[in-house]
Every structure is written in C-alpha cells, then in structure tokens.
C-alpha cells in the first residue's frame, strides 16, 4: 500500500472522522479507554515534552504541545480545536524536530493503517526525537485476538495486526517494552446500545489481566534504551 492512499482516504473523511468514528456508544467506549490510559501514563504536565504522531483531528492533544499529521485536512480540523498547539503537516518517518526534543511521544490508531517498513521507520525517527529514557507509546490490533475469531482485513484500513513478539522483533534494537494492555476485550459492539457502558470496569479489569493479549487492541510502552 501507498502511504498516499492512506493519506488522501483521511483528507476524504477529514470532516465526519469525529462524528462517525467516536459519536456513538461504541466509540465512546474505546475513546473513554483511550483516555484513561493516557491519564495515567502520557498525563497533562510538561506538554512541551509530549508528541502525539498522526493526531488526526487532534482527538488526543490535550495531552500534548506538539502534533504531526500527513493529512492537511485532518490536521486543520485539529487547528481548529487546539489553535494554541504547534501542529505541522508532515509525516512520522521524517517529522523534522531535533534530535532528543521529546520525553513522550504516543501515536493511537496509527501503526494499523501502515506498512511494516513504514512502522520501522517511524520508530527509528521516534527514537532520534526521544530524549534518553523517553517513551514511545502506540497501540495497534491484536494478531492474536485476529486469529480466534477470524478476521481478515479487507484492505489497507486496518491490516496491521501484531503480536508482542512482533513488537519486539521491530523496535528491540531501540526500545525495550516496559508496559502493555489491551483495548476493548468484550464484543462490546454485539450488546445492547443501552447496556454497552455498563460493562466498562469488567472490560478495563479483563484488558489488564493474563488474557490481555486477547483484547481487539493492544497498547504498549516502549522505553528508548
Ligand atoms: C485513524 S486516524 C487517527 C488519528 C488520531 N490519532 C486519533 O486517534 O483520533 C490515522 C491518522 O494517521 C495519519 N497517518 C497516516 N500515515 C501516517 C504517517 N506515515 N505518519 C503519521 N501519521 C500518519 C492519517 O493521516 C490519520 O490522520
């Protein structure tokens, strides 16, 4: 795949991305999941030190100063939002900071939609913006969960699933996991719409638990070694 198939597919869906991905219950479920985790481990102190790579329309950028998207229209969206913010066009192999400037850089919903070469470059440009000891924290589909249930990809959208192992295999030479969870463990999307929040607290205890692996998404930290 193209990286500019992906790109031109995001500026197509710029203006609806918000409203059909995240405004409905089972949206709302994973943001709300999303959002704790990056409560805890990315936090809202020291933003000058925080990048979040293919911010899109800036779901996430509350919890960072600097955001990087390949997709001018997904980016003006998130101008729009946070016009305070240092937010550039441009894409996450080649971002143009300078060496070191980051202690945290995260990147959600991102590494799925890419290419493995393109991930390994990503991750290589990661570990040149990270400070020593800084975090790379992204998440991606659980190859494992893929595998149970079946699933295939269609297209481009989405195909990247990994597993741990993969996750090693890519980024061990630079980085060293420290930390990993999963997203969405139950069919949350096949209950009832009335009754999907309710099983908030069971989803989060199962997406940490010894089934984690199992969950529909995987996050994982990464330090630089
Ligand atoms: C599904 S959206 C996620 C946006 C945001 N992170 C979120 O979670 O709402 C994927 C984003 O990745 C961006 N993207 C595509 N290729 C990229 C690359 N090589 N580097 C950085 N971002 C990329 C797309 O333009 C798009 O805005």
């Not at 709300?32 to 805890?40: G, N, S, T, V, Y």
């Not at 589909?141 to 295939?152: C, M, Q, W």
């Amino acid at each position: 795949m193209e990286n500019n198939e992906n790109v031109s597919y995001y500026n197509k869906i710029a203006k609806t991305y918000d409203s059909s991905r995240f405004n409905n219950s089972y949206g709302a479920f994973i943001h709300r999941q999303e959002l704790a985790f990056l409560d805890k481990y990315v936090g809202k102190q020291d933003l000058s030190k925080h990048l979040d790579l293919g911010c899109g329309t800036g779901r996430f950028l509350d919890y960072a100063h600097y955001g990087i998207d390949p997709s001018d229209q997904m980016l003006a969206l998130a101008i729009k939002k946070h016009p305070e913010k240092e937010l550039k066009v441009t894409d996450g192999t080649a971002t143009g900071f300078t060496d070191q400037q980051f202690e945290k850089i995260y990147s959600f919903h991102v590494m799925m939609h890419l290419d493995r070469e393109v991930i390994r470059d990503i991750i290589k440009e990661s570990h040149r913006l990270l400070k020593p000891g800084g975090a790379l924290i992204f998440d991606y589909p659980s190859h494992k969960r893929r595998r149970l249930i079946h699933y295939n990809a269609a297209s481009w959208h989405g195909a990247t699933s990994m597993d741990l192992k993969d996750i090693k295999k890519l980024t061990g030479e630079l980085f060293t996991v420290t930390y990993s969870r999963g997203f969405l463990f139950l069919p949350i999307h096949k209950f009832p719409i009335k009754i999907r929040s309710w099983f908030y607290g069971m989803d989060q205890l199962l997406c940490s638990s010894f089934l984690k692996y199992y969950s529909s998404y995987i996050a994982v930290i990464l330090k630089k070694k």
